[in-house]
């Protein structure tokens, strides 16, 4: 009979977990918030160049166009990676009765949408706006919701992985796909002309931050 795998207990001999991280992080973010919020004139004019550079790439060159229009709008796309998140709770909570986990997994891609949301208004930073656009995208620019999403959903479903002790070939697959898409649809958003670079380094560091600060709550939950 299949006995399902449960959340293990909290042992005593676990450490706490190291705040540097997050702390980093959560500096870096700030930081870089603060710098577009005030629209710090060096770091626009060098989102301005690369953006310039690469929407020339991205007119001269429509076959890579439409390989990255269909890697960000279906592979990479913010909902794709919400149903994989949603996958993954559904056989954590009915495969393996880890229901906190499941439900901890669900809460903070939820928390993460808010939060990028809700950057996104506060901040209302404006998209790049070209005469000869290859794509378009709705919404304020400042986080990538497209990066912060990728990082969030496939950072956790890496640690969860490492955690349950899944073999070392797993693990690695894995790890690289989660490097290949979440690097991979920040740099599609860029090609596509929607984003400014610092957009996808904000998704980046944010969603990071989230996974070191879930992480973080998960491990104290259950060491």
């Known amino acids: 009979m299949h006995t399902?795998?449960?959340?293990?207990?909290?042992?005593?001999?676990?450490?706490?977990?190291?705040?540097?991280?997050?702390?980093?992080?959560?500096?870096?973010?700030?930081?870089?918030?603060?710098?577009?919020?005030?629209?710090?004139?060096?770091?626009?004019?060098?989102?301005?160049?690369?953006?310039?550079?690469?929407?020339?790439?991205?007119?001269?060159?429509?076959?890579?166009?439409?390989?990255?229009?269909?890697?960000?709008?279906?592979?990479?796309?913010?909902?794709?990676?919400?149903?994989?998140?949603?996958?993954?709770?559904?056989l954590l909570a009915w495969r393996y009765a880890a229901r906190w986990t499941a439900t901890w997994l669900v809460v903070t891609v939820a928390l993460a949408t808010a939060v990028q949301?809700?950057?996104?208004?506060?901040?209302?930073?404006?998209?790049?706006?070209?005469?000869?656009?290859?794509?378009?995208?709705?919404y304020a620019a400042f986080p990538s919701g497209h990066a912060m999403t990728a990082t969030v959903v496939c950072g956790l479903l890496v640690w969860l992985l490492h955690r349950r002790g899944v073999s070392r070939l797993v693990r690695r697959v894995a790890l690289a796909l989660a490097v290949l898409s979440v690097t991979g649809v920040g740099l599609t958003r860029v090609w596509l002309g929607v984003h400014w670079p610092t957009d996808v380094l904000g998704g980046w560091l944010l969603g990071a931050l989230v996974v070191a600060a879930a992480v973080r709550v998960h491990r104290r939950r259950h060491p």
């Open 117 to 138: 949301q809700g950057l996104k208004a506060a901040v209302d930073r404006a998209r790049p706006v070209w005469p000869d656009p290859v794509d378009s995208a709705h």
């Open 4 to 90: 399902p795998h449960v959340d293990s207990p909290p042992r005593s001999t676990d450490r706490p977990p190291s705040t540097l991280p997050a702390g980093v992080l959560a500096l870096c973010s700030a930081l870089l918030l603060a710098l577009v919020a005030v629209g710090w004139r060096p770091l626009l004019d060098l989102d301005g160049d690369i953006s310039r550079t690469t929407h020339r790439w991205a007119v001269e060159e429509p076959g890579w166009t439409q390989t990255a229009r269909i890697l960000t709008d279906w592979v990479w796309d913010p909902w794709t990676m919400r149903v994989l998140c949603g996958v993954a709770a559904a």
